[in-house]
C-alpha cells in the first residue's frame, strides 16, 4: 500500500509562487496516476490537476490552467504541483491521491484509493 506525503505548502501573498510536493513510499509510484485536490475551509474537495502514468496526459482545472503546472519527477517517485500567479481563491489545504485505476474519471475523488494528508497553502491578499 503506497503511502503519500505533500510538502511544500505555506503562506505567500498574491502573485506569488509555491511548489508543492507528493513523495511515494515504493518504487512502483510510476505505476500510479496522480492527481492533486484542494479543499478551502467548509468547501467540498475539488479536482486541480492530474498526471498520468508516465507523464504523457494532464488535465488542469479551469481555475487554475496556465497558473499551475503538474509534473513527474525524474526519479519517478515525486509529482509536484509548481504553482504561479497564487491568489486568495488559491487558499486551501492541498492533497495528492494515487490510483491504479483506469477510469476516465479523472477528476472524481473516488477514484483515488491513496491519499496525503494535505499541506496547508494560504494566500493573502
Known amino acids: 500500500q503506497v503511502q503519500l506525503v505533500e510538502s511544500g505548502g505555506g503562506l505567500v501573498q498574491a502573485g506569488g509562487s509555491l511548489r508543492l510536493s507528493c513523495t511515494a513510499s515504493?518504487?512502483?509510484?510510476?505505476?500510479?496516476?496522480i492527481t492533486w485536490f484542494r479543499q478551502a475551509l467548509e468547501k467540498e474537495r475539488e479536482f486541480v490537476a492530474y498526471?498520468?502514468?508516465?507523464?504523457?496526459?494532464?488535465w488542469y482545472a479551469d481555475s487554475v490552467k496556465g497558473r499551475f503546472t503538474i509534473s513527474r519527477g525524474n526519479a519517478q517517485d515525486t509529482v509536484y504541483l509548481l504553482m504561479n500567479s497564487l491568489q486568495p481563491e488559491d487558499t486551501a489545504v492541498y492533497y495528492c491521491?494515487?490510483?491504479?485505476?483506469?477510469?476516465?474519471?479523472?477528476?472524481?475523488?473516488?477514484?483515488?484509493?491513496?491519499w496525503g494528508r494535505g499541506t496547508q497553502v494560504t494566500v493573502s491578499s
Open positions: 498526471i498520468s502514468r508516465n507523464g504523457g496526459v494532464i
Open positions: 515504493e518504487r512502483t509510484f510510476g505505476t500510479y496516476r
Open positions: 491521491a494515487a490510483t491504479t485505476s483506469y477510469s476516465v474519471a479523472y477528476s472524481d475523488p473516488r477514484l483515488y484509493s491513496y
